[in-house]
């Protein structure tokens, strides 16, 4: 039996790949770029996001991983509600200067807003691989 919690997006293995949403992000108003936030001791790839200027100045100012929340058109600063911050090391651009690499360090275990079957923040945003048709954990 699934969860009160369950969300087919979130906890399924149903391919649901949202291709709409480049689009929401031209929509949001805001001028952004991807940002990558990677495990700077493990390499371990945690979030894909996007900052605006303002997200970028606070990442870099505060060194707490700072992006600008498409969903909610607003400042995200990762972990102020949920207390699974992401402490900057270094902060990367790419050759074309339109993406961010965000190396950094968890304070806690968790990266994710997805829970696991504990109930704990998942570390990594990318914890299913696609398999044939489908999603498999691991």
């Given at each position: 039996?699934?969860?009160?919690?369950?969300?087919?997006?979130?906890?399924g293995q149903d391919l649901l790949l949202d291709?709409?949403?480049?689009?929401?992000?031209?929509?949001?108003?805001?001028?952004?770029?991807?940002?990558?936030?990677?495990?700077?001791?493990?390499?371990?790839?945690?979030?894909?996001?996007?900052?605006?200027?303002?997200?970028?100045?606070?990442?870099?100012?505060?060194?707490?991983?700072?992006f600008w929340s498409t969903s909610r058109n607003?400042?995200?600063?990762?972990?102020?509600?949920?207390?699974?911050?992401?402490?900057?090391?270094?902060?990367?651009?790419?050759?074309?200067?339109?993406?961010?690499?965000?190396?950094?360090?968890?304070?806690?275990?968790?990266?994710?807003?997805?829970?696991?079957?504990?109930?704990?923040?998942?570390?990594?945003?990318?914890?299913?691989?696609?398999?044939?048709?489908?999603?498999?954990?691991?």
């Amino acid at each position: 039996m699934l969860s009160p919690k369950y969300n087919a997006l979130e906890d399924g293995q149903d391919l649901l790949l949202d291709f709409s949403k480049l689009q929401q992000v031209a929509e949001c108003g805001q001028l952004l770029v991807p940002v990558v936030a990677q495990d700077a001791v493990t390499g371990e790839v945690l979030i894909v996001a996007y900052a605006n200027r303002q997200a970028l100045v606070h990442s870099l100012t505060e060194k707490i991983a700072t992006f600008w929340s498409t969903s909610r058109n607003e400042l995200w600063i990762k972990g102020a509600t949920s207390g699974d911050y992401l402490d900057i090391v270094d902060v990367w651009v790419n050759c074309e200067q339109n993406a961010l690499l965000y190396r950094v360090k968890p304070r806690r275990k968790g990266a994710c807003h997805t829970l696991d079957d504990l109930g704990e923040a998942r570390p990594s945003c990318f914890y299913r691989r696609i398999e044939g048709s489908g999603l498999v954990f691991g």
